[in-house]
């Protein structure tokens, strides 16, 4: 059975984002897996942690699979998909694979600094007009994308996954939706999913006023 370590919302920190995604993708494949809550403070940042054995840079996810242990969101949502697949979550086409592997990539190299960015500028007290300003920019490609279809690609895919985890992120930092309404109406798609029936996902929903 797979061991999936996260880290579950507590007091101020609001869980992990990229473990969640993992968590999902479980759900979707239907796979029994065990969750493993942690304690940052205590369990990964000190230098001399036991899990920085599985895990060098101290962050989560980690998947155990069978004594495999792999970490980074992105090489765990292929690996899932590849070693229980074939499934569509991955597809087996080059080019809509490639369409995937794209957003996918995108999410965590160019959305997700963003957001990390304008997060550091509000919780900083600073200007944060340019990282405001970047971030909405970045929804408004993801707003084009999604004109006209249900999903980031040509069906439901693991970019959906990951980049529906990351966005409701940007709800808790008062970033405006109402300019998005294909993402709004995205997000209520994967809302209704029964994979997605998590608090951290709706929790995040809520505070944007979208659930």
Not at 15 to 26: C, E, F, P, R, T
Not at 150 to 179: K, N
């Amino acid at each position: 059975m797979p061991r999936l370590y996260h880290i579950l919302p507590r007091g101020d920190h609001p869980g992990s984002h990229n473990a969640l995604k993992v968590a999902v993708l479980l759900r979707e494949l239907d796979l029994e897996f065990e969750l493993v809550d942690l304690d940052p403070a205590t369990q990964l940042r000190p230098a001399d942690a036991p899990l920085r054995r599985l895990n060098p840079n101290g962050l989560t996810p980690i998947l155990d699979d069978d004594g495999f242990i792999l970490w980074e969101s992105a090489a765990i949502l292929q690996y899932l998909c590849e070693s229980r697949g074939p499934t569509p979550l991955l597809p087996i086409e080059t080019r809509q694979r490639a369409r995937v592997l794209q957003w996918l990539a995108w999410e965590g190299s160019t959305l997700i600094p963003a957001l990390m960015a304008l997060y550091m500028a509000r919780i900083g007290g600073g200007e944060d007009t340019s990282a405001a300003t970047r971030v909405d920019f970045l929804l408004g490609l993801l707003e084009q994308q999604m004109a006209g279809r249900d999903w980031v690609g040509e069906s439901y895919s693991i970019a959906d996954i990951a980049l529906g985890a990351g966005v409701p992120a940007l709800l808790p930092l008062g970033v405006d939706f109402v300019p998005f309404p294909e993402l709004r109406h995205w997000l209520a798609r994967l809302r209704a999913r029964p994979a997605w029936q998590d608090d951290i996902f709706l929790g995040d929903l809520r505070a944007g006023g979208l659930a």
